[in-house]
């Protein structure tokens, strides 16, 4: 085992990933659907009902359509962080992460990969309706495409590292579609995707609460910062210690001697 094999490891890993998503075309449309129909129908109406909004880092006041854009590609991430762990269940129960997990490399490694590789994916999806966005006419400043990178990662592994989490506690690939939806919808509408913090405190002082406490906010509003040249340490900090909170407790359920794995038998059942 040298660095070679592990890069090796990391490649067929990725490649794979990238292989099943580029053959499951409707996943990719599926994964920009959902945010573009909030851009296109759901923006036009609630500007006028919403009005504009003025927080940061925006420096004047700006259209709804241009303050959920940030939202929209952490909800593209959650999504399909969500999808990638519906693999890791598919993939226990034919047998493939079966011969994954026993292969010579530490797990934790292998976990990472898949991570990694989850995180990539959902990146090219966020660039591909960032750009239709930015045709659109919601269009953040450049060095903002590539300032957000770094906290596209952080997101990616955190909330793939949930999803991974999630998937040790289903044996049937049928029962994570509703556990899906008990993560993926409460995470998303309650936290600052949709609408600022302080107009969800105006409204309902209990659901600001609940979205203060979201870990999902935070990394939007890292996202949203990051975007537009500007870069939120408390937003950042949460992101990325949730996001290394669920990737060892990920790492400890996948532990067959430990985890969650062993009390249902083994990966595979």
Same mark, same amino acid.
């Given at each position: 085992?040298?660095?070679?094999?592990?890069?090796?490891?990391?490649?067929?890993?990725?490649?794979?990933?990238?292989?099943?998503?580029?053959?499951?075309?409707?996943?990719?449309?599926?994964?920009?659907?959902?945010?573009?129909?909030?851009?296109?129908?759901?923006?036009?109406?609630?500007?006028?009902?919403?009005?504009?909004?003025?927080?940061?880092?925006?420096?004047?006041?700006?259209?709804?359509?241009?303050?959920?854009?940030?939202?929209?590609?952490?909800?593209?991430?959650?999504?399909?962080?969500?999808?990638?762990?519906?693999?890791?269940?598919?993939?226990?129960?034919?047998?493939?992460?079966?011969?994954?997990?026993?292969?010579?490399?530490?797990?934790?490694?292998?976990?990472?990969?898949?991570?990694?590789?989850?995180?990539?994916?959902?990146? @090219?999806?966020?660039?591909?309706? &960032?750009?239709? +966005?930015?045709?659109?006419?919601?269009? %953040?400043? *450049? $060095?903002?495409?590539?300032?957000?990178?770094?906290?596209?990662?952080?997101?990616?592994?955190?909330?793939?590292?949930?999803?991974?989490?999630?998937?040790?506690?289903?044996?049937?690939?049928?029962?994570?579609?509703?556990?899906?939806?008990?993560?993926?919808?409460?995470?998303?509408?309650?936290?600052?995707?949709?609408?600022?913090?302080?107009?969800?405190?105006?409204?309902?002082?209990?659901?600001?609460?609940?979205?203060?406490?979201?870990?999902?906010?935070?990394?939007?509003?890292?996202?949203?910062?990051?975007?537009?040249?500007?870069?939120?340490? @408390?937003?950042?900090?949460?992101? &990325?210690?949730? +996001?290394?909170?669920?990737?060892?407790? %990920?790492? *400890? $359920?996948?532990?067959?001697?430990?985890?969650?794995?062993?009390?249902?038998?083994?990966?595979?059942?």
């Amino acid at each position: 085992m040298n660095l070679a094999s592990y890069g090796h490891c990391l490649r067929g890993v990725v490649s794979r990933e990238l292989l099943r998503f580029v053959h499951q075309r409707s996943r990719f449309v599926a994964a920009l659907v959902r945010p573009l129909v909030w851009l296109f129908v759901f923006a036009a109406g609630f500007r006028m009902a919403l009005g504009v909004a003025m927080t940061e880092p925006y420096q004047t006041y700006v259209l709804y359509e241009v303050y959920i854009v940030p939202g929209l590609v952490g909800m593209i991430q959650l999504f399909n962080g969500m999808q990638s762990s519906l693999s890791m269940v598919y993939d226990r129960e034919m047998g493939s992460m079966r011969v994954l997990l026993v292969s010579p490399f530490p797990r934790w490694y292998l976990l990472v990969c898949k991570l990694l590789a989850g995180t990539l994916v959902s990146i @090219v999806q966020v660039y591909v309706f &960032l750009a239709i +966005a930015y045709l659109y006419g919601v269009q %953040a400043p *450049l $060095a903002g495409y590539v300032l957000v990178l770094p906290a596209l990662v952080v997101t990616g592994f955190m909330v793939g590292a949930l999803g991974m989490l999630l998937s040790t506690f289903v044996r049937q690939l049928e029962n994570f579609a509703g556990i899906m939806n008990f993560v993926i919808f409460p995470m998303f509408f309650l936290s600052s995707a949709l609408y600022p913090l302080w107009r969800i405190r105006e409204g309902s002082y209990l659901v600001y609460q609940i979205a203060a406490l979201n870990p999902f906010t935070y990394a939007v509003e890292m996202i949203r910062f990051a975007m537009y040249e500007r870069f939120h340490v @408390v937003a950042s900090s949460i992101s &990325l210690v949730t +996001a290394l909170v669920l990737l060892g407790l %990920a790492i *400890l $359920a996948y532990n067959p001697a430990r985890g969650m794995m062993a009390r249902k038998g083994g990966g595979s059942e």
